[in-house]
């Protein structure tokens, strides 16, 4: 039976992610298999690494019950404070690009934002606002906020001379400018600053979870509930739903950004 | 009518024109030819206001003046019928619009991208946006010399049917001589460092203006005396 060239050409795509991921299996049961005292607890389950086909021994009805509830509470906070991000990154993005001067005043602290680790500014601002949901928010905003605003800034300063023209001819507005060029120009950047934050969005809100030794644990704190524990299975379930949420962040970014800017956007 | 007088302007303390001047008749085509950077651009920029002249002033033009840029400059991301309104605004005359974009050919490709046009087609469709405002001047900065000759020659045609129905002036920018001498009724040579205006050939080929003039031996003589005018303001 001969294959259709679109399954052909599917297949082959998939050839390499298909054995990055065969590398990485072997390699994980080699790792299980190779430590001392792996499976030395009295019913045989992993203490350090559970193989991938035991990976889900020792997750009861109770640790799938709290699993689900971290996953919705980190999910509920990156999804938050990503979406604040969004709109406070991008405004600042147009509010710096609409002066240089407004830029040199407010550059410098958005550095300072970034390049600060997460983990020093958490404990401040649970201090400050509590172990609240808004904290737990506002920690993933200011880890989101900088490659939103920095891309945006980068797609109007990107925008070229001719199509500015084009707008200063028409008689354009000010609104009408930055509603009609500024926006849509800056949208491919934007796009690749989202992806980039959506991913950091997921890692500040379980990061900050840390910290939030109050109220229901998100996934952060659910990972450290289970280190303490003597089975590894659970916290590689934990670590593993983490990444997944991450990957569908990224994915979703992705997507809006196939729907919003590819059909028209030809690098 | 339409005036430019004794326009300087300078780039870092670099003299870019020097007392330029410049009168254009309604319905007048002045094409403009000169080395690379002897300030056509320039000139052509500061005519749509789009550069303050450091002396000198532009009386005469409408506050909106048509231009046609060096690349096609549409923007992506609105579909061809779109582009075709973007310098008529809110004013645009959807009619008009479609007509002028059925007259080059763009009818059957109004809901098309821009990535999906040829180099032609992109060059076609920034002629409409500029004609769809229905400008009395269009400033055109060397807007054909990107296309391939057969383009080329097939958007001079589309320009000068155009220019027929419209009437309006313009202030042509260009390398090539043989599309100064085909287009316009007068062309100036400039000269460089700093760009001034150093000879005005007239061109009294009888419009409607046909292909076959360009095979005519009067305007390759045109033509000729053009190039050596623009190879002593080089020299």
């Known amino acids: 039976m001969s294959r259709s060239p679109m ?8 050839r390499a992610p298909l054995a990055s991921v065969s590398v990485f299996v072997g390699l994980w049961y080699g790792l299980a298999y190779s430590l001392d005292n792996n499976f030395a607890s009295s019913d045989g389950s992993a203490l350090i690494v559970p193989p991938p086909h035991r990976l889900f021994e020792g997750l009861n009805s ?5 699993i689900a509830t971290a996953t919705g509470i980190s999910v509920a906070t990156a999804l938050t404070g990503l979406v604040i991000a969004v709109v406070l990154g991008s405004a600042l993005g147009l ?3 609409s002066a240089r001067s407004v830029e040199r005043a407010v550059w410098p602290w958005l550095i300072a934002m970034q390049v600060t680790p997460v983990i020093v500014l958490t ?3 649970v201090r400050i606002f509590g172990p609240s949901f808004a904290a737990r928010v506002f920690v993933t905003v200011v880890v989101a906020f900088f490659p939103l605003a ?3 800034l980068f797609g109007v300063r ?5 199509w500015r023209d084009l707008f200063v001819l028409r008689g354009a507005s000010r609104v009408e400018t930055i509603r009609e060029l500024w926006i849509p120009a ?4 934007f796009f690749a600053g989202l992806r980039i934050s959506a991913g950091l969005a997921v890692i500040g809100s379980i990061v900050g979870d840390f910290f939030f030794t109050r109220g229901d644990a998100g996934l952060g ?3 450290n509930y289970f280190f303490l524990d003597t089975r590894s299975g659970p916290m590689f379930v934990t670590a593993l739903i983490a990444s997944l949420v991450g990957f569908a962040f990224f994915a979703a970014a992705g997507l809006l950004r196939k729907l919003f800017v590819d059909p028209w956007h030809k690098p | 009518m339409f005036n430019i007088t004794s326009v300087s302007h300078s780039y870092n303390h670099v003299p870019a024109l020097a007392d330029v001047s410049l009168t254009v008749a309604p319905g007048e085509i002045v094409a403009i030819v000169g080395p690379s950077g002897c300030g056509k651009s320039t000139l052509l920029r500061i005519a749509a206001a789009l550069l303050a002249p450091e002396l000198g002033e532009v009386k005469g033009l409408e506050a909106r003046p048509g231009y046609i840029f060096q690349e096609p400059a549409l923007l992506p991301w609105l579909r061809v019928r779109d582009n075709a309104s973007v310098l008529a605004g809110s004013s645009a005359d959807a009619h008009f619009v479609d007509s002028l974009l059925e007259r080059v050919g763009l009818g059957a490709h109004r809901h098309k991208w821009p990535h999906e046009l040829s180099g032609g087609m992109k060059m076609r469709l920034s002629l409409v946006r500029t004609l769809a405002a229905r400008p009395n001047v269009v400033l055109a900065d060397e807007p054909f010399g990107a296309l391939d000759q057969i383009t080329r020659h097939q958007m001079h045609d589309e320009l000068l049917r155009l220019h027929a129905e419209q009437r309006f002036s313009m202030v042509l920018v260009t390398h090539a001589v043989d599309e100064a001498v085909f287009l316009a009724d007068r062309v100036l040579t400039m000269s460089p460092a700093p760009g001034r205006i150093t000879a005005t050939s007239t061109v009294s080929f009888a419009r409607p203006r046909a292909a076959a003039l360009r095979y005519d031996a009067a305007f390759a003589a045109l033509c000729g005396t053009v190039a050596t005018t623009l190879r002593s303001a080089s020299a």
Do not use: D, G, H, T
Not at chain 1, 7 to 14: D, F, V
Not at chain 1, 158 to 162: A, C, D, N
Not at chain 1, 186 to 189: F, G, I, K, R, V
């Open chain 1, 186 to 189: 800056s949208l491919p950047s």
């Open chain 1, 221 to 223: 704190r659910l990972i």
């Open chain 1, 158 to 162: 990107s925008i070229p001379q001719s």
């Open chain 1, 7 to 14: 399954s052909a050409s599917r297949m082959k795509r998939l």
């Open chain 1, 95 to 97: 509010f710096m690009a």
């Open chain 1, 150 to 152: 920095s891309n945006v």
């Open chain 1, 123 to 125: 404990p401040i601002i």
């Open chain 1, 62 to 66: 109770r640790n799938v019950e709290r």
